[in-house]
Protein backbone atom coordinates (compact mmCIF):
# COMPACT_ATOMS: atom_id res chain seq x y z
CA UNK A 1 0.00 0.00 0.00
CA UNK A 2 1.34 3.36 -0.80
CA UNK A 3 1.38 6.00 1.30
CA UNK A 4 -1.29 9.00 0.60
CA UNK A 5 1.57 11.77 0.57
CA UNK A 6 3.93 9.68 -1.78
CA UNK A 7 1.82 11.95 -4.55
CA UNK A 8 3.56 15.38 -3.13
CA UNK A 9 6.71 13.59 -2.86
CA UNK A 10 8.68 15.89 -5.72
CA UNK A 11 6.84 19.59 -3.86
CA UNK A 12 7.80 18.14 -0.25
CA UNK A 13 11.13 17.43 -1.64
CA UNK A 14 11.67 20.47 -3.11
CA UNK A 15 9.77 22.56 -0.43
CA UNK A 16 12.57 21.17 1.81
CA UNK A 17 15.68 21.42 0.06
CA UNK A 18 14.47 25.53 0.36
CA UNK A 19 14.04 25.23 3.52
CA UNK A 20 17.23 24.43 4.64
CA UNK A 21 18.65 27.22 1.88
CA UNK A 22 16.76 29.92 3.60
CA UNK A 23 18.34 28.90 6.97
CA UNK A 24 21.42 30.32 8.60
CA UNK A 25 24.26 28.42 8.21
CA UNK A 26 24.66 27.25 11.58
CA UNK A 27 21.35 26.22 12.02
CA UNK A 28 21.65 22.01 11.86
CA UNK A 29 17.46 21.89 12.71
CA UNK A 30 14.77 23.59 12.17
CA UNK A 31 10.97 23.93 11.74
CA UNK A 32 8.74 25.13 9.53
CA UNK A 33 5.23 25.48 10.58
CA UNK A 34 2.36 26.25 7.81
CA UNK A 35 -0.89 27.79 9.22
CA UNK A 36 -3.96 27.97 6.69
CA UNK A 37 -7.38 28.87 7.62
CA UNK A 38 -8.56 28.40 4.42
CA UNK A 39 -8.36 31.91 3.30
CA UNK A 40 -4.81 32.81 4.29
CA UNK A 41 -1.87 31.21 4.39
CA UNK A 42 0.74 31.88 7.09
CA UNK A 43 4.05 30.31 8.12
CA UNK A 44 7.37 30.61 10.43
CA UNK A 45 10.61 29.00 10.22
CA UNK A 46 12.37 28.47 13.30
CA UNK A 47 14.95 26.93 15.58
CA UNK A 48 15.00 27.38 19.05
CA UNK A 49 18.45 26.75 20.01
CA UNK A 50 20.69 28.42 17.64
CA UNK A 51 20.52 31.94 16.72
CA UNK A 52 20.29 34.11 13.47
CA UNK A 53 16.85 34.15 11.64
CA UNK A 54 15.69 32.56 8.72
CA UNK A 55 15.17 34.29 5.70
CA UNK A 56 11.95 32.66 3.85
CA UNK A 57 12.46 33.43 0.25
CA UNK A 58 9.78 33.56 -2.91
CA UNK A 59 10.36 30.43 -3.91
CA UNK A 60 9.94 28.85 -0.44
CA UNK A 61 6.45 31.10 -0.30
CA UNK A 62 5.48 29.44 -3.86
CA UNK A 63 6.26 25.50 -2.64
CA UNK A 64 3.96 26.25 0.28
CA UNK A 65 0.97 27.72 -2.01
CA UNK A 66 1.65 25.01 -4.14
CA UNK A 67 1.77 21.77 -1.89
CA UNK A 68 -1.37 23.87 -0.03
CA UNK A 69 -3.36 23.72 -3.61
CA UNK A 70 -2.37 20.04 -4.91
CA UNK A 71 -3.13 18.57 -1.53
CA UNK A 72 -6.66 20.33 -1.11
CA UNK A 73 -7.62 20.00 -4.88
CA UNK A 74 -7.02 16.16 -3.43
CA UNK A 75 -9.47 16.67 -1.01
CA UNK A 76 -6.59 16.81 1.47
CA UNK A 77 -7.26 19.93 3.25
CA UNK A 78 -5.13 20.65 6.41
CA UNK A 79 -4.83 23.34 8.72
CA UNK A 80 -1.44 23.08 9.59
CA UNK A 81 1.40 21.47 8.42
CA UNK A 82 4.82 20.90 9.67
CA UNK A 83 8.49 20.11 8.03
CA UNK A 84 10.93 19.75 10.88
CA UNK A 85 14.64 18.81 9.17
CA UNK A 86 17.75 17.93 10.75
CA UNK A 87 21.59 18.34 9.27
CA UNK A 88 23.34 15.49 9.73
CA UNK A 89 26.59 15.90 7.64
CA UNK A 90 25.64 16.46 4.08
CA UNK A 91 22.75 15.03 4.49
CA UNK A 92 19.00 16.09 5.81
CA UNK A 93 16.50 14.10 7.18
CA UNK A 94 13.19 15.58 7.45
CA UNK A 95 9.64 14.80 8.74
CA UNK A 96 6.10 16.02 7.52
CA UNK A 97 2.92 16.21 9.82
CA UNK A 98 -0.45 17.78 8.68
CA UNK A 99 -3.32 18.46 11.46
CA UNK A 100 -6.87 18.51 10.51
CA UNK A 101 -9.41 21.14 11.72
CA UNK A 102 -11.43 17.88 11.84
CA UNK A 103 -9.99 14.59 12.72
CA UNK A 104 -12.91 12.68 11.27
CA UNK A 105 -12.00 14.54 7.51
CA UNK A 106 -8.45 13.39 7.83
CA UNK A 107 -7.56 11.19 4.81
CA UNK A 108 -7.25 7.57 6.14
CA UNK A 109 -3.68 7.42 5.39
CA UNK A 110 -2.41 11.27 5.91
CA UNK A 111 -2.92 11.45 9.17
CA UNK A 112 -0.10 9.30 10.13
CA UNK A 113 3.41 10.62 9.85
CA UNK A 114 5.62 10.21 6.63
CA UNK A 115 8.56 8.51 7.86
CA UNK A 116 12.29 10.17 7.70
CA UNK A 117 13.49 10.72 4.41
CA UNK A 118 16.84 11.86 3.46
CA UNK A 119 18.47 14.27 0.41
CA UNK A 120 21.78 15.75 0.06
CA UNK A 121 22.32 19.28 0.64
CA UNK A 122 23.41 21.26 -2.36
Known amino acids: ?13 RLV ?9 EWTKGTLTIDCDGTRINYRLKNEDDP ?3 IISEDLRDLIDEL ?28 TS ?3 ENANN ?4 A ?8 FGRA
Open 106 to 109: APQD
Open 68 to 95: YVRMSHEGDVWTQATVSFIQDGNDCKFN
Open 17 to 25: SETVACTPK
Open 98 to 100: FEY
Open 1 to 13: MTNKLDQYSDVIT
Open 52 to 54: GKA
Open 111 to 118: ATKKPWWK
